[in-house]
Structure formats: structure tokens, C-alpha cells
Nanobody, 115 residues
Framework: VQLQASGGGLVQAGGSLRLSCAAS????????MGWYRQAPGKQRVLVAR???????VYADSVQGRFTISRDAAKGTVDLQMNDLKPEDTAVYYC??????????WGKGTLVTVSS
């Protein structure tokens, strides 16, 4: 497994989802990891990242609603998404951060938020 994102689905506005990303240890270990999203017709953007030591940083659009975490033992990066909004609708991907060290993108997981 290189990068495998899961946990997406259909949820009403105000609801929650938890995304999980399983990464091969050669991808995960020692690198910052990020969750990115791509809405229809738009470019892929970073929404949250976590350093190799666990320090999180969030995009303004998700600050206070999303929480990123990583489990070094499992090689996973999770994204807890609360108070979801229709504008959060996108395909979500995980990968290394920064973009200069990203590897091949996985399929991502689709999040659809209905109003």
C-alpha cells in the first residue's frame, strides 16, 4: 500500500466524518503528511498538515472544524471533520507535505456534504 484514503461518504451539513489514510512506512516515516482536497473543477489544495513530530497546521477554511493526527506506529494519518459544510464537498487525498516531496497520488475518498 502506498497511500490509501478511506472514510468518505455522504453527510448532511453540520455532520461529521473521519477520514483515514494508510501509508507505506517508506512514505510516512520522517515526513510531514497532509490532507488535500480537490473540488469539482478546481485545483487540489492542502487543507491540513501535520509535521513528523505531530504539529498540525490548518487552512483558514477548516480551522476549528477539522483535526489532523498521525499514528507513527500504524503509519496512518486521520482527519476528523466536524461541522461539515457544502463547500467541503471534494475528493480528499493524503500525501506527504510539502508538495516538493509528494509521491504518486492515491485514488482519494469522496466527501459529499448536502445542504
Amino acid at each position: 500500500v502506498q497511500l490509501q484514503a478511506s472514510g468518505g461518504g455522504l453527510v448532511q451539513a453540520g455532520g461529521s466524518l473521519r477520514l483515514s489514510c494508510a501509508a507505506s512506512l517508506n512514505i510516512f516515516s520522517g515526513y510531514g503528511m497532509g490532507w488535500y482536497r480537490q473540488a469539482p473543477g478546481k485545483q487540489r489544495v492542502l487543507v491540513a498538515r501535520v509535521s513528523s513530530r505531530g504539529t498540525p497546521v490548518y487552512a483558514d477554511s477548516v480551522q476549528g472544524r477539522f483535526t489532523i493526527s498521525r499514528d507513527a506506529a500504524k503509519g496512518t494519518v486521520d482527519l476528523q471533520m466536524n461541522d461539515l459544510k457544502p463547500e467541503d464537498t471534494a475528493v480528499y487525498y493524503c500525501n506527504r507535505w510539502p508538495s516538493s516531496v509528494t509521491v504518486a497520488w492515491g485514488k482519494g475518498t469522496l466527501v459529499t456534504v448536502s445542504s
